[in-house]
């Protein structure tokens, strides 16, 4: 059961099943059921053809007779040959009489010749003491008087005479005739009484045809090595062949083919022990041919060509069968090596390429698999660049801190030893300095709300008024129901310090607006400084368009580039400058709180895990 389920877990494992299902077994069963009802067809068939054939010898059998007869007729009613025979006896001697005779023997011979056979014959018993005939008789008178007596004492003459005319069939006859053609085969004959005057003895016509010419039946089709015939003349007495069965069984089958005729199905095949009889009567006689068919000879024959014509169509059907498999196996084989390449890659292997030749669907599907496996070794190595990144951010990050705790612990004493002597704008300026490095100090808060980011900022700012004799200007608009939104950690602190170093020119204004459109949180740092050239606003812009820049300490480059990384290449900085007008950055982030935000952190670092 595992295997069967097993071939039904590959594509050639499935077709072979259909094709065993599907092909195999209904040819296996039509072949069988061939072999099984071929016999009986065939042999039905043969039959048929026997029962054809014979009826076509009986057919010219009779045809053979109807000639005999015309031939009898047109001798019979002949003047010359009636006046021949109505001449005196010494008709020999009389030049008229012996010149009618000569005439008389040529149209014998040409009544043979054209009507019947070569080797027929004709004879006329002439009631004056002779015989005449188409052979050569004997012209001696003693001879002559032998010759008649002894077809004198033949039966069939005494039959003719008594039937006055009508026609006396006979076979086999074994006669003075037949032995003066000098035949060693028995004749079928026609035999009839030349009517003339009553009181005179009738003459008689004798035509004889050799059984070679009458019963051709070993050179009809339907004969066989082992079949024999049977001929019943119109009283269904055997006259001749040679009958397979005893006398007992002989008159059987004679009483049963009587039957048969009398119930009007004469040529209804009978079968007696192993032979199968077939019947024909020949019209014009009355007489019967009987065919007997051994059935085991013609069985044994019919299944050595049957068991020939299936051991073919097995031969056949078994290299249909091979070709076909060996067709199945090249067609799939694509298929197998495209599975063969998915499984290594479902291993790790990022190098198990498929080599498939050819232009049908299977190369197609090849030619998108490699296509798949080089997007995916592209999309390795931008993730493995972009951990990277990621890596040397928190690197700079922590360089860019400077050992805060130290530093902040150096600022505090600073801070009471200005305070001790009276320096208070020492002091104040030393404690907003501590309050930027306590806010660096919270390392791991990624993420912080807008109100925090904007106190770091204005603590940052308050410095660098200190620094530049408060020439630079700081006006905020952030609405207090966005101050709870949360953005990522010293993002605007970059931007703010780019605006004060490229700005050139004080004193200088710096506006930092806060609003929300497209559901988005928008940040605009504005300030009124040179401004960028167009040439170099190009530039800017076309590095911070492109995915994964190389960073740039932790300025503008930096803050774009985690604000990417954290969220989509759809968030950003976008920077608009007019040259002696000022610059304005955007900064677009999604609208989310900090709780919020601290899951997609988690969910950041949890894909930046399973990455390496």
């Known amino acids: 059961m595992k295997g069967f389920t097993f071939l039904f877990r590959s594509i050639r494992g499935k077709i072979l099943v ?4 599907f092909i195999i077994i209904p040819a296996t069963t039509i072949l069988y059921s061939f072999y099984q009802s071929s016999g009986s067809v065939v042999k039905k068939e043969i039959q048929r053809s026997n029962q054809e054939a014979l009826h076509q010898v009986a057919i010219n059998m009779n045809d053979l007779a109807e000639r005999m007869l015309k031939a009898s007729n047109l001798i019979m009613n002949d003047p010359d040959f009636n006046q021949f025979l109505d001449a005196g006896t010494e008709w020999n001697t009389n030049y008229q009489d012996l010149r009618r005779y000569n005439i008389v023997q040529q149209r014998l011979s ?8 070569s080797g027929a014959v004709i004879a006329v018993i002439d009631n004056r003491g002779f015989i005449h005939t188409t052979l050569s008789e004997p012209n001696d008178l003693g001879k002559q008087a032998q010759l008649l007596k002894q077809v004198e004492n033949e039966d069939w003459l005494k039959e003719t005479k008594a039937q006055n005319g009508w026609p006396v069939w006979k076979y086999p006859y074994e006669g003075a005739i037949q032995k003066l053609a ?12 030349i009517q003339g005057n009553p009181n005179v003895v009738a003459n008689v016509l004798f035509i004889g045809i050799p059984s070679s010419v009458f019963l051709n039946v070993k050179k009809q089709p339907w004969h066989t090595e082992h079949s024999s015939f049977m001929l019943l003349n119109e009283k269904n007495q055997r006259v001749g062949g040679e009958s397979p069965l005893t006398l007992e069984e002989t008159d059987v089958l004679i009483k049963r083919l009587l039957l048969n005729e009398q119930v009007g199905s004469a040529k209804s095949e009978i079968s007696i022990r192993d032979y199968a009889i077939s019947m024909e009567q020949f019209p014009r006689l009355g007489w019967k041919l009987v065919q007997f068919t051994p059935q085991t000879q013609l069985w ?8 020939q014509s299936m051991l073919w169509l097995f031969g056949w059907f078994v290299l249909f069968t091979v070709v076909f498999i060996y067709f199945m196996i090249r067609l799939t084989k694509p298929l197998k090596q495209l599975v063969s390449s998915m499984n290594r890659l479902g291993s790790g292997d990022f190098h198990s390429y498929v080599t498939i030749e050819g232009k049908d669907e299977f190369t197609i599907l090849g030619n998108h698999f490699n296509r798949m496996i080089d997007r995916l070794q592209q999309l390795i190595m931008n993730l493995s660049e972009e951990q990277k990144r990621k ?38 300026m030393i404690t907003k300095l501590g309050k930027l490095l306590q806010y660096t100090m919270k390392v791991g808060e990624e993420f912080v709300t807008l109100e925090d980011e904007i106190t770091h900022l204005a603590s940052y700012l308050d410095l660098q008024k200190i620094r530049f004799n408060d020439n630079i200007r700081v006006q905020f608009h952030i609405p207090n129901e966005l101050n709870q939104f949360s953005v990522l950690k010293f993002i605007l602190q970059p931007i703010v310090e780019n605006s004060i170093i490229h700005g050139q020119k004080m004193p200088l204004l710096i506006e ?18 040179n401004g960028i050239s167009e040439e170099r606003l190009e530039k800017l812009r076309t590095e911070l368009s492109q995915d994964h820049a190389r960073y740039r300490g932790i300025g503008i480059y930096n803050v774009n580039e985690r604000i990417k990384m954290h969220f989509s290449s ?8 007019l040259l002696g007008e000022g610059t304005v950055v955007t900064v677009k982030l999604p609208l989310q709180s900090v709780p919020a935000a601290i899951s997609v952190q988690g969910h950041a670092d949890k894909e930046t895990n399973r990455d390496d």
Not at 182 to 193: D, H, I, K
Request: charged share 15%.
């Open 18 to 21: 259909s094709f065993f299902i």
């Open 110 to 117: 040409n009544v043979r010749d054209i009507l019947l056979d």
């Open 182 to 193: 000098g035949a060693n085969e028995s004749y079928f004959t026609l035999s009839r009484a």
């Open 300 to 307: 044994n024959q019919l299944g050595g060509i049957r068991n």
């Open 391 to 428: 890596e040397e951010a928190k690197l700079q990050t922590l360089q860019a801190q400077i050992n805060p705790h130290f530093l902040f612990n150096t600022l505090n004493s600073i801070k009471w030893m200005a305070m001790l002597s009276g320096a208070k704008h020492v002091s104040q």
């Open 512 to 529: 930092i607006c806060a609003s929300i459109e497209d559901d988005a949180l928008l940040i605009k740092v504005t300030d009124n400084g």
């Open 570 to 577: 759809a968030y950003g900085i976008v920077m608009n400058s």
